[in-house]
């Protein structure tokens, strides 16, 4: 981004100051962070009011800052943009210099592997475009038009996250980004106590259409049967399947875990075999939509299955690490649902990599009200795996703790608050011949196992 102070009020439809000479190069929420060239976006809030830290953010080479209009003694002697709402402002601006990209962008939201599938499709196309996409958690109403206000003129494609907790919040982020395809990867119960229920989910994650342009494409989970009927209804979309099942549009056919990561066979819009550096079929599930994307963007079969080899997910998504004592830990603790914990026991459950399994499980947070019945419910699959462990960790895992007990499994542990015990017993116990799965939500902080435990 490079645009005139000037013309950036211009978009706003506001007054100014300074505004002649000033060229804004970037935009900043945060003096910490702030770039030499940023116009500083200051919000004010019932503990940090923004304003303080304008001088500061000059200091640090901002070129102008908005200010609100109702805030008092505003500075004389630097380029201001007056407004109204800062967070307003912001969206604004960015909607405006989305405006100016001649570049394809891709919406993706789902309950589970945002992250992931955001990753793949990235990966696969960065040696062919020059692409942009989220970094971090930036997937909300102030995350999203930062990372579009980020975006260099001469982007090819830039992959947008957008995440969200209650209805209306997809649709405003796809209505700003107005995304030429767009991804829906699936339906889980993250957030089920704010929706209601999963249908509620899949009406709120289908709202990644609302700003579908004219003649895009909506990519989504084939084996989901709750976003059929918003598919079939929705006049004149155009959509692609792509899951497990026969009949979709590109269906996988074969799939097993390799030492280099989820080797896998597709058909229908796509065909042949393929690599991802990561484990489970979740994954090679978002990884279709990373084929998908890339195929209708014009590259071949042979160079997607080249890309997809060299991708890099964004760390703790079924991630493969090496513990010092042997033992390969499969790190997927960056957050968990049910849908999502199902899916790596059953990686767990069918991977032949080692002899000696483990499970490291921690809280499913935001589930609401039936919390207790879908961490109770994770029993009748652990049920089924030929554990040498389980290892639960958090006040919500006790309820599974009790129900395992009452079916008599054996090698079962909890610990409320205390990772230290679940350590010591994987220290102890695990070797070279044994594979761990680290799985719980965020808040739980289950790397915390591997701090000491990695291979130097």
Same mark, same amino acid.
């Given at each position: 981004?490079?645009?005139?102070?000037?013309?950036?009020?211009?978009?706003?439809?506001?007054?100014?100051?300074?505004?002649?000479?000033?060229?804004?190069?970037?935009?900043?929420?945060?003096?910490?962070?702030?770039?030499?060239?940023?116009?500083?976006?200051?919000?004010?809030?019932?503990?940090?009011?923004?304003?303080?830290?304008?001088?500061?953010?000059?200091?640090?080479?901002?070129?102008?800052?908005?200010?609100?209009?109702?805030?008092?003694?505003?500075?004389?002697?630097?380029?201001?943009?007056?407004?109204?709402?800062?967070?307003?402002?912001?969206?604004?601006?960015?909607?405006?210099?989305?405006?100016?990209?001649?570049?394809?962008?891709?919406?993706?939201?789902?309950?589970?592997?945002?992250?992931?599938?955001?990753?793949?499709?990235?990966?696969?196309?960065?040696?062919?475009?020059?692409?942009?996409?989220?970094?971090?958690?930036?997937?909300?109403?102030?995350?999203?038009?930062?990372?579009?206000?980020?975006?260099?003129?001469?982007?090819?494609?830039?992959?947008?996250?957008?995440?969200?907790?209650?209805?209306?919040?997809?649709?405003?982020?796809?209505?700003?980004?107005?995304?030429?395809?767009?991804?829906?990867?699936?339906?889980?119960?993250?957030?089920?106590?704010?929706?209601?229920?999963?249908?509620?989910?899949?009406?709120?994650? $289908?709202?990644?259409?609302?700003?579908?342009?004219?003649?895009?494409?909506? $990519?989504?989970?084939?084996?989901?049967?709750?976003?059929?009927?918003?598919?079939?209804?929705?006049?004149?979309?155009?959509?692609?399947?792509?899951?497990?099942?026969?009949?979709?549009?590109?269906?996988?056919?074969?799939?097993?875990?390799?030492?280099?990561?989820?080797?896998?066979?597709?058909?229908?819009?796509?065909?042949?075999?393929?690599?991802?550096?990561?484990?489970?079929?979740?994954?090679?599930?978002?990884?279709?939509?990373?084929?998908?994307?890339?195929?209708?963007?014009?590259?071949?079969?042979?160079?997607?299955?080249?890309?997809?080899?060299?991708?890099?997910?964004?760390?703790?998504?079924?991630?493969?690490?090496?513990?010092?004592?042997?033992?390969?830990?499969?790190?997927?603790?960056?957050?968990?649902?049910?849908?999502?914990?199902?899916?790596?026991?059953?990686?767990?459950?069918?991977?032949?990599?080692?002899?000696?399994?483990?499970?490291?499980?921690?809280?499913?947070?935001?589930?609401?009200?039936?919390?207790?019945?879908?961490?109770?419910?994770?029993?009748?699959?652990?049920?089924?795996?030929?554990?040498?462990?389980?290892?639960?960790?958090?006040?919500?895992?006790?309820?599974?703790?009790?129900?395992?007990?009452?079916?008599?499994?054996?090698?079962?542990?909890?610990?409320?608050?205390?990772?230290?015990?679940?350590?010591?017993?994987?220290?102890?116990?695990?070797?070279?011949?044994?594979?761990?799965?680290?799985?719980?939500?965020?808040?739980?902080?289950?790397?915390?196992?591997?701090?000491?435990?990695?291979?130097?």
């Amino acid at each position: 981004m490079r645009r005139q102070l000037k013309e950036l009020a211009q978009w706003l439809n506001a007054d100014g100051q300074m505004l002649e000479n000033s060229i804004v190069t970037g935009v900043s929420i945060d003096t910490r962070t702030i770039a030499p060239g940023d116009l500083f976006i200051p919000f004010r809030g019932e503990q940090v009011n923004g304003h303080r830290f304008v001088r500061q953010a000059f200091e640090k080479g901002a070129a102008a800052s908005l200010w609100l209009k109702d805030e008092p003694d505003a500075p004389q002697d630097l380029p201001l943009i007056f407004v109204d709402d800062a967070e307003k402002a912001l969206q604004q601006i960015a909607k405006s210099y989305r405006y100016l990209l001649d570049c394809k962008i891709i919406g993706v939201t789902g309950s589970n592997g945002k992250t992931s599938t955001k990753d793949l499709i990235a990966g696969v196309l960065s040696p062919h475009f020059k692409v942009k996409k989220t970094e971090g958690n930036f997937n909300n109403e102030l995350g999203l038009p930062l990372t579009l206000l980020s975006l260099e003129e001469d982007t090819e494609v830039a992959v947008l996250e957008m995440g969200m907790s209650g209805f209306g919040e997809i649709s405003f982020l796809s209505e700003m980004a107005e995304p030429h395809f767009a991804v829906i990867t699936n339906i889980g119960e993250a957030h089920m106590q704010d929706l209601g229920s999963r249908e509620g989910i899949a009406k709120a994650k $289908f709202e990644i259409i609302d700003g579908l342009q004219d003649g895009g494409i909506l $990519f989504y989970d084939g084996d989901e049967p709750l976003l059929k009927p918003f598919v079939e209804s929705a006049n004149g979309l155009f959509s692609v399947s792509f899951g497990h099942q026969n009949g979709l549009d590109l269906s996988i056919t074969d799939l097993y875990a390799s030492d280099e990561g989820s080797r896998f066979t597709i058909s229908g819009k796509v065909n042949g075999t393929f690599t991802i550096p990561v484990y489970g079929s979740h994954q090679v599930k978002n990884a279709l939509a990373a084929i998908l994307i890339a195929n209708e963007l014009g590259m071949t079969a042979d160079q997607i299955r080249e890309s997809l080899k060299n991708c890099r997910l964004t760390d703790m998504r079924m991630q493969p690490v090496l513990a010092d004592n042997g033992a390969l830990y499969i790190n997927d603790a960056y957050n968990a649902a049910p849908t999502s914990m199902s899916a790596a026991l059953n990686f767990l459950k069918e991977t032949a990599l080692r002899s000696e399994k483990w499970v490291v499980l921690g809280d499913m947070l935001e589930l609401g009200d039936d919390e207790r019945y879908y961490h109770e419910s994770i029993a009748d699959q652990l049920g089924t795996l030929s554990l040498n462990g389980i290892l639960l960790y958090g006040p919500r895992m006790k309820w599974l703790f009790e129900k395992l007990q009452q079916s008599g499994q054996p090698n079962v542990y909890w610990s409320e608050t205390d990772i230290e015990p679940i350590v010591n017993v994987l220290s102890k116990d695990t070797n070279e011949n044994s594979i761990v799965l680290l799985k719980g939500s965020r808040g739980m902080e289950l790397e915390r196992v591997l701090d000491g435990m990695l291979a130097k």
